[in-house]
């Protein structure tokens, strides 16, 4: 009896087994009457009668997603079960068919036309509501995303429709069934595991999968995650990660004072001082920054700009912004585009207006401006709908905003721009010279305007005191003064002519002006007395030095005084400036030395010198290089390819290349035993031996080991850089 009721149910289970197969391998295609549509089957049995504009899915596909269909009647979206043959009210304006067999269906927001997407499944039942501003479909669920004033935030539904992450986030990867990375709006990623549990893995810059894990980073710098999300397979410390055995180390670098006590040790592609910072920067980014009085690790992610002994001016990477905060990082200035400190003022732009705050962070004044600029007289020059003014240091406007440029001011006088011409006004914006100028310039001792071909000097209180067709140039002790022949003169800064633009040429040299032409050369002081005239055959004056002035006569050298007067002949092929009473002659092709009262120091035997400097002087014979005193005498061998100079000492270089140092004395400190040799004060040296790089004082001492690939000097700092492991 058992058994009889055993095989009543399996006949019956494979009686209704085959009925639900039949039923679900029947084929249906669409069935059309006038403009209507419906459903048959295979053997053209109706099974929706025509009654809908459209049957199937919004891009015009028509597929079955387990018993339902989608319609369109009266220009909304439906569905059609067809077993039961019920149908769901037109409700929605798109229902499309997407990965899993689900459907995407959107309806419209009560206020907006606005679609808002949920999902439905093959059984009909709603999944996910229609809230949602975007929904994609991905092998491990649906990130789904919402519109909130401006900004889309993203969250996440597993495939059983189970919500593990609140839209709440920037973006969203699904990495597997195991892990999903998120991003927060300051464009850090954390890792989250299935169910939506956070972890301690969290702000990196980016991430990438490879086989062996999660590659991540931070701050320029690579780790390894296990695929799994749960333990760290490298630290982020590496400057490539390819898998957990192919990994390339950043370079190792040390900071030390000058004493070598050690501050810091920290792995990086380089360091330097930025606004006294030390900073280490890792594959192009900041990785850190570090401040060497205190060893102290500031955000990685800002960046310090500007610093006073008050404030901090810092610039946000993440978020794009400036702020300014006191020195003990509290904030009184946050979130702006720009800011620029102009004391006492702090300029700060956001949203395309700039505004006017104090050193207290309180604004100044409530209005906003299109462009501002450095204080004059302690007014602010702002502008506003194309025209500008000042502000005074309450934010009242005292000077209107009606003109078209400012320019530089001194003496309380302004250049000033209206209605296209340049003129200069006073603090109570009286014009002190017309706007009628094409151009115009303002100093500390007048002012240069020029109208059309004329150019015009005035005083700097608008007196025209010279004029001339063509050009005046300022060059700094003189103006020069230039006709349209392009011939050239000199006016003094008082307006004085000291030369007429008679000159191919002009200039200043020590006390004296100069000026040169086909005739020859002129030399006059500032009162406009001649000291050279051209029957004086001077064809060039050359150098000042020493109170003297090198001249060119019949072709030769020589020097004369500020009288005029020779003082050393012009007999000679080329001469040096004076120096340690010394003067470096030309004879033919040597050269020799000779002393202020042109008496013979040292006959002309060398074929090349420079100038004494404490007492010495280097010398060249037949491409070898030596040292001589004041008398001439040998103090170094001429058998070296160079010698430099070299902080009171002297650099030598031998036939090999090596490099060694020698002192005033001519005595030798260090042989020539190294492949380079740099000082950096404080009586260190930094030498280079076999291609490695140790610290050395003056009397050959060594300090640091030749272990470093690199020493240098910043501030007051040495910064070093280790050699690869294999090296060091």
């Given at each position: 009896m058992?058994?009889?009721?055993d095989?009543?149910?399996?006949?019956?289970f494979?009686?209704a087994?085959?009925?639900?197969?039949?039923?679900?391998?029947a084929?249906?295609?669409?069935?059309k009457?006038?403009?209507?549509?419906?459903?048959?089957d295979?053997?053209?049995?109706?099974?929706?009668?025509?009654l809908?504009?459209?049957?199937?899915?919004s891009?015009g596909?028509?597929?079955?997603?387990?018993?339902?269909?989608?319609?369109?009647?009266?220009g909304?979206?439906?569905?059609?079960?067809?077993?039961?043959?019920?149908?769901?009210?037109?409700?929605?304006?798109?229902?499309?068919?997407?990965?899993?067999?689900?459907?995407?269906?959107?309806?419209?927001?009560?206020?907006s036309?606005?679609?808002?997407?949920?999902i439905?499944d093959?059984?009909?039942?709603?999944?996910?509501?229609c809230?949602?501003?975007s929904?994609?479909?991905?092998?491990?669920?649906?990130?789904?995303?919402?519109?909130?004033?401006g900004t889309?935030?993203?969250g996440?539904y597993?495939?059983?429709?189970?919500?593990?992450?609140?839209?709440?986030?920037?973006?969203?990867?699904?990495?597997?069934?195991?892990?999903?990375m998120?991003?927060n709006?300051?464009?850090?990623?954390a890792l989250?595991?299935?169910?939506?549990?956070e972890?301690?893995?969290q702000d990196?810059d980016?991430?990438?999968?490879?086989?062996?894990?999660?590659?991540?980073e931070?701050?320029?710098?690579y780790?390894?995650?296990?695929l799994?999300?749960?333990?760290?397979l490298?630290?982020?410390e590496?400057?490539?990660?390819?898998?957990?055995?192919e990994?390339?180390s950043?370079?190792?670098?040390?900071?030390r004072?000058?004493?070598l006590?050690?501050?810091?040790?920290v792995?990086?592609?380089?360091?330097?001082?930025?606004?006294?910072?030390?900073?280490?920067?890792c594959?192009?980014?900041e990785?850190?920054?570090?401040?060497?009085?205190?060893?102290?690790?500031?955000?990685?992610?800002?960046?310090?700009s500007?610093?006073?002994?008050?404030?901090?001016?810092?610039?946000?990477?993440?978020?794009?912004t400036?702020?300014?905060?006191?020195?003990?990082?509290?904030?009184f200035?946050?979130?702006?585009?720009s800011i620029?400190?102009?004391?006492?003022f702090?300029?700060?732009?956001?949203?395309?207006?700039w505004?006017?705050y104090?050193?207290?962070?309180?604004k100044?004044?409530?209005?906003?401006y299109?462009?501002?600029?450095?204080?004059?007289?302690s007014?602010?020059?702002?502008?506003?709908?194309?025209?500008?003014?000042?502000l005074?240091?309450?934010?009242?406007?005292?000077?209107s905003?009606?003109?078209?440029?400012?320019?530089?001011?001194?003496?309380?006088?302004?250049a000033i721009?209206?209605?296209g011409?340049?003129g200069v006004?006073?603090?109570?914006?009286?014009?002190?010279v017309?706007?009628m100028?094409?151009?115009?310039?303002?100093?500390?001792?007048?002012?240069?305007?020029?109208?059309?071909?004329?150019?015009?000097?005035?005083?700097?209180?608008?007196?025209?005191?010279?004029?001339?067709?063509?050009?005046i140039?300022?060059?700094?002790?003189?103006l020069e003064?230039?006709?349209?022949?392009d011939?050239?003169?000199?006016?003094?800064?008082?307006?004085?002519v000291?030369?007429d633009?008679?000159?191919?040429s002009?200039?200043?040299?020590?006390?004296?002006?100069?000026?040169?032409?086909?005739?020859g050369?002129?030399?006059?002081?500032?009162f406009?007395?001649?000291?050279v005239?051209?029957?004086?055959?001077?064809?060039q004056?050359?150098?000042?030095c020493?109170?003297?002035?090198?001249?060119?006569?019949?072709?030769?050298?020589g020097f004369i005084?500020?009288k005029?007067?020779?003082r050393?002949?012009?007999?000679?092929?080329?001469?040096?400036?004076?120096?340690?009473?010394?003067?470096?002659y030309?004879?033919?092709?040597?050269w020799?030395f000779?002393?202020?009262?042109?008496r013979?120091?040292?006959?002309?035997?060398?074929d090349?010198?420079?100038?004494?400097?404490?007492g010495?002087?280097?010398?060249?014979?037949?491409?070898?290089?030596?040292?001589?005193?004041?008398?001439?005498?040998?103090?170094?061998?001429?058998?070296?390819?160079?010698?430099?100079?070299?902080c009171?000492n002297?650099?030598?270089?031998?036939?090999?290349?090596?490099?060694?140092?020698a002192?005033v004395?001519?005595?030798?400190?260090l042989?020539?035993?190294?492949e380079n040799?740099?000082?950096?004060?404080?009586?260190l040296?930094?030498?280079?031996?076999?291609?490695?790089?140790?610290?050395?004082n003056?009397?050959?001492?060594m300090?640091?080991?030749?272990?470093?690939?690199?020493?240098?000097r910043?501030?007051?700092?040495?910064?070093?850089?280790h050699?690869?492991?294999?090296?060091g």
């Amino acid at each position: 009896m058992i058994v009889r009721h055993d095989i009543r149910s399996i006949l019956t289970f494979l009686l209704a087994l085959l009925f639900y197969t039949g039923f679900a391998q029947a084929q249906y295609s669409l069935l059309k009457d006038d403009a209507y549509y419906g459903i048959q089957d295979e053997k053209g049995a109706i099974v929706i009668a025509p009654l809908y504009d459209q049957i199937g899915w919004s891009n015009g596909n028509f597929e079955m997603v387990g018993n339902f269909v989608g319609y369109f009647h009266r220009g909304k979206w439906g569905l059609l079960n067809i077993k039961t043959k019920k149908i769901s009210a037109a409700i929605y304006y798109k229902l499309s068919v997407i990965d899993g067999g689900n459907i995407l269906a959107s309806i419209k927001g009560n206020l907006s036309n606005q679609l808002f997407y949920g999902i439905i499944d093959s059984k009909g039942s709603i999944k996910i509501s229609c809230n949602y501003f975007s929904i994609e479909s991905k092998s491990q669920g649906y990130v789904v995303s919402t519109y909130d004033y401006g900004t889309i935030k993203k969250g996440f539904y597993d495939n059983e429709f189970n919500l593990i992450l609140l839209p709440r986030h920037k973006e969203i990867k699904v990495v597997n069934e195991q892990v999903v990375m998120v991003q927060n709006f300051l464009n850090k990623w954390a890792l989250f595991r299935k169910g939506g549990i956070e972890t301690p893995f969290q702000d990196f810059d980016r991430f990438s999968v490879i086989t062996e894990g999660i590659c991540v980073e931070k701050g320029g710098k690579y780790g390894l995650l296990d695929l799994e999300g749960r333990v760290a397979l490298l630290e982020t410390e590496y400057k490539q990660v390819n898998g957990v055995k192919e990994v390339v180390s950043f370079p190792l670098w040390e900071a030390r004072n000058f004493d070598l006590k050690p501050i810091i040790t920290v792995r990086a592609d380089s360091l330097r001082f930025d606004a006294g910072i030390l900073v280490a920067y890792c594959n192009g980014s900041e990785e850190r920054l570090i401040n060497p009085f205190s060893n102290k690790i500031i955000r990685s992610d800002q960046k310090t700009s500007f610093k006073t002994k008050d404030f901090v001016l810092t610039y946000h990477k993440s978020s794009y912004t400036w702020s300014v905060s006191d020195i003990e990082g509290k904030h009184f200035i946050l979130g702006k585009d720009s800011i620029h400190y102009d004391a006492p003022f702090f300029y700060t732009f956001l949203k395309g207006k700039w505004e006017v705050y104090n050193q207290f962070g309180s604004k100044v004044s409530d209005k906003g401006y299109q462009d501002i600029s450095d204080q004059l007289f302690s007014m602010i020059p702002v502008k506003n709908y194309e025209f500008w003014g000042f502000l005074d240091f309450k934010g009242d406007e005292i000077i209107s905003l009606k003109y078209d440029s400012i320019g530089a001011g001194y003496h309380q006088k302004i250049a000033i721009n209206y209605l296209g011409k340049w003129g200069v006004i006073d603090l109570f914006e009286h014009w002190i010279v017309a706007p009628m100028f094409d151009e115009l310039s303002i100093s500390s001792y007048g002012i240069i305007a020029r109208d059309k071909e004329i150019t015009t000097f005035l005083s700097i209180e608008g007196d025209a005191i010279y004029q001339i067709k063509g050009d005046i140039f300022d060059r700094g002790s003189y103006l020069e003064i230039r006709n349209h022949s392009d011939q050239r003169g000199i006016i003094s800064l008082q307006g004085e002519v000291l030369l007429d633009p008679f000159y191919d040429s002009v200039g200043q040299m020590g006390e004296l002006f100069w000026g040169k032409d086909s005739r020859g050369t002129v030399l006059l002081d500032e009162f406009a007395e001649y000291r050279v005239i051209p029957e004086d055959d001077i064809s060039q004056v050359l150098n000042y030095c020493a109170g003297l002035y090198m001249i060119k006569k019949d072709g030769k050298y020589g020097f004369i005084n500020e009288k005029g007067n020779l003082r050393i002949a012009n007999r000679y092929d080329s001469l040096l400036c004076f120096s340690d009473a010394r003067i470096g002659y030309k004879l033919g092709n040597k050269w020799g030395f000779i002393d202020v009262q042109e008496r013979l120091v040292i006959q002309p035997i060398y074929d090349q010198v420079f100038p004494y400097e404490n007492g010495v002087a280097i010398v060249r014979q037949k491409d070898k290089y030596g040292l001589i005193d004041p008398s001439g005498k040998r103090i170094l061998s001429l058998k070296y390819v160079s010698i430099d100079q070299l902080c009171g000492n002297y650099l030598l270089k031998d036939i090999k290349g090596d490099i060694g140092i020698a002192n005033v004395s001519g005595d030798i400190m260090l042989r020539t035993d190294y492949e380079n040799i740099t000082p950096i004060g404080e009586d260190l040296l930094v030498v280079t031996q076999e291609h490695k790089v140790g610290l050395m004082n003056y009397s050959g001492y060594m300090k640091l080991a030749f272990k470093y690939a690199s020493i240098e000097r910043m501030h007051q700092y040495l910064i070093m850089r280790h050699l690869p492991d294999k090296q060091g």
